[in-house]
Nanobody, 115 residues
Framework: QVQLVESGGGLVQPGGSLRLSCAAS????????MGWYRQAPGKQRELVAA???????DYADSVKGRVSISRDNAKSTVFLEMNSLKPEDTAVYYC?????????WGQGTQVTVSS
């Protein structure tokens, strides 16, 4: 059974930084694309960033230049480094991974940007 465990969320002031981590377990066939999504209250879930198995990255326009996604395949972990955080970045952040043709989601971690 694939499980994703996210960590690193919390409360941060505007302009601050956070690093989210998502560790996958139960992976038997390798990890394909890994990504982070977020969902703010009253809004649809949206892609923040994704990274393919070949390390090609994709970012939402709203976070370009402030966010960096990376992965450690040996540890089946994906990271999201977020800088210059804004109040509009406040949301629940979800990890997503694809493996063997299936998509899996983490439980979500809250990120709140507020003074």
């Amino acid at each position: 059974q694939v499980q994703l465990v996210e960590s690193g969320g919390g409360l941060v002031q505007p302009g601050g930084s956070l690093r989210l981590s998502c560790a996958a377990s139960g992976i038997h066939y390798g990890l394909d694309t890994m990504g982070w999504y977020r969902q703010a209250p009253g809004k649809q879930r949206e892609l923040v960033a994704a990274i393919t198995s070949g390390d090609r990255t994709d970012y939402a326009d709203s976070v370009k230049g402030r966010v960096s996604i990376s992965r450690d395949n040996a540890k089946s972990t994906v990271f999201l480094e977020m800088n210059s955080l804004k109040p509009e970045d406040t949301a629940v952040y979800y990890c997503n991974v694809w493996t063997a043709g299936y998509s899996y989601w983490g439980q979500g971690t809250q990120v709140t940007v507020s003074s």
